[in-house]
T-cell receptor, first 114, second 114 residues
Framework: DAEITQSPRHKITETGRQVTLACHQT?????MFWYRQDLGHGLRLIHY???????NKGEVSDGYSVSRSNTEDLPLTLESAASSQTSVYFC?????????????FGPGTRLTVT | AQKITQTQPGMFVQEKEAVTLDCTYD???????LFWYKQPSSGEMIFLIY??????QNATEGRYSLNFQKARKSANLVISASQLGDSAMYFC???????????FGTGTRLTIIP
């Protein structure tokens, strides 16, 4: 069955370190997204991609970067982790072939920056 | 810019009763989609229901229905005959057709009382 996976599921890192969160989907979806979830804010968009070599900034992109070298993967990099980036991170994907633009979400990565 | 407002931070409902979760939205777009997601305590995001802005009929999916009132810019989720397993966080979200990124509300925590 097709799926979307994230790794690691939990990560503790120190302030200033570079961290990369992996997202891999086997739906063959063109669209991929990264969100962060914080109490009181719901989910907010960090970066997104509509296809290979395409990346776009979302609402809260400062301190984050992504690259899309293939259809399946959209890794999220925190260049220099800060305590304000402690959060739960969700990756999602969707197809642009169907009228219903449902996004399929990964299980999430809980990141703690100490 | 799009905005989603969920004014009920928490709700308590007796088992087997129907429940309505409020969602209002703001957008200048003519073509858009409205979504509801469920997030149980385990953390995953589960898609529940979708409504397109040009759909004339309210969407239904099993016990879930979306009460779409376009003129009032509201997209309330109705859960009929609530069950203990419905206890979760519920998020309303929207996207613009052709621009698939989702804008989320802050969520409503629903607790079903036996």
């Amino acid at each position: 069955d097709a799926e979307i996976t994230q790794s690691p599921r939990h990560k503790i890192t120190e302030t200033g370190r570079q961290v990369t969160l992996a997202c891999h989907q086997t739906w063959n979806h063109n669209n991929m997204f990264w969100y962060r979830q914080d109490l009181g804010h719901g989910l907010r968009l960090i970066h997104y991609s509509y296809g290979v070599q395409d990346t776009n900034k979302g609402e809260v992109s400062d301190g984050y970067s992504v690259s899309r070298s293939n259809t399946e993967d959209l890794p999220l990099t925190l260049e220099s982790a800060a305590s304000s980036q402690t959060s739960v991170y969700f990756c999602a994907s969707s197809t642009d072939r169907d009228r219903l633009r449902e996004q399929y979400f990964g299980p999430g990565t809980r990141l703690t920056v100490t | 810019a799009q905005k989603i407002t969920q004014t009920q931070p928490g709700m308590f409902v007796q088992e087997k009763e129907a429940v309505t979760l409020d969602c209002t939205y703001d957008t200048s777009d003519q073509s858009y989609g409205l979504f509801w997601y469920k997030q149980p305590s385990s953390g995953e995001m589960i898609f529940l229901i979708y409504q397109g802005s040009y759909d004339e009929q309210n969407a239904t999916e099993g016990r879930y229905s979306l009460n779409f009132q376009k003129a009032r810019k509201s997209a309330n989720l109705v859960i009929s005959a609530s069950q203990l397993g419905d206890s979760a966080m519920y998020f309303c979200a929207m996207s613009r057709f052709g621009n698939e990124k989702l804008t989320f509300g802050t969520g409503t925590r629903l607790t079903i009382i036996p």
